[in-house]
């Protein structure tokens, strides 16, 4: 599976950005898919993610209510929309995949140790 994150870039506070995933190389019917980012001097921390079938979503309280997960109309892609940015949502963002079966297609996967597949990260830099 090949993941690619895109649609960083300087925004300044208070803006918006849409950050894309496209994942290639699929070989289950099922994927959850989640967005990660890592701060400079930070750990790497959940964002959202997104159950494979029925859209489910989870969100890290820092983030819940300005930022949304969405699948696209094309099975491959994810998006994250990201409104209201603060300067602590500067990070590298990444997004990452993993199989699931239709018996747990519904299931949103929050923690990253989850997931096997990752993209190579877009930079966000919200700055004034």
């Known amino acids: 599976v090949q993941l690619q994150a895109s649609g960083g870039g300087l925004v300044q506070p208070g803006g918006s950005l849409r950050l894309s995933c496209a994942a290639s190389g699929l070989s289950s019917d099922y994927y959850a898919i989640g967005w990660f980012r890592r701060a400079p001097g930070k750990e790497r921390e959940g964002v959202a993610c997104?159950?494979?079938?029925?859209?489910?979503?989870y969100y890290a309280d820092s983030v819940r209510g300005r930022f949304a997960i969405s699948r696209g109309n094309a099975k491959n892609m994810v998006y994250l929309q990201m409104n209201s940015l603060k300067p602590e949502d500067m990070a590298v963002y990444y997004c990452a995949a993993k199989p699931v079966t239709f018996y747990n297609r519904n299931y949103r996967y929050p923690d990253p140790q989850e997931y096997d597949d990752w993209g190579q990260g877009t930079l966000v830099t919200v700055s004034s």
């Open positions: 997104i159950s494979s079938s029925d859209g489910s979503t």
